[in-house]
């Protein structure tokens, strides 16, 4: 991806829209099971869409923790 602020700015965007949209179709999903599958639609990495995230104050976990529990995607 080139690296023109612009293109970057629109890329930050539509991840804040696509974790907007998941976070009312899925409610019962924890953050960070959004954020992995926001991750997969975008082709980047969950520590990546938590710090484009935590860009716009939206209430998300440390970068540490996105990697370790990455991998629940539902509230039991």
Not at 50 to 72: A, F, H, M, R, W
Request: glycine share 2%.
């Amino acid at each position: 991806m080139a690296h023109n602020p612009i293109y970057i700015k629109k890329r930050n965007e539509h991840i804040r829209n696509r974790f907007r949209y998941h976070r009312k179709k899925n409610p019962n999903w924890t953050i960070i099971a959004v954020i992995k599958t926001v991750s997969e639609e975008a082709f980047l990495s969950p520590a990546t869409i938590g710090k484009i995230l935590k860009e716009q104050d939206v209430n998300v976990p440390d970068v540490k923790t996105i990697c370790k529990y990455s991998t629940k995607y539902l509230v039991a």
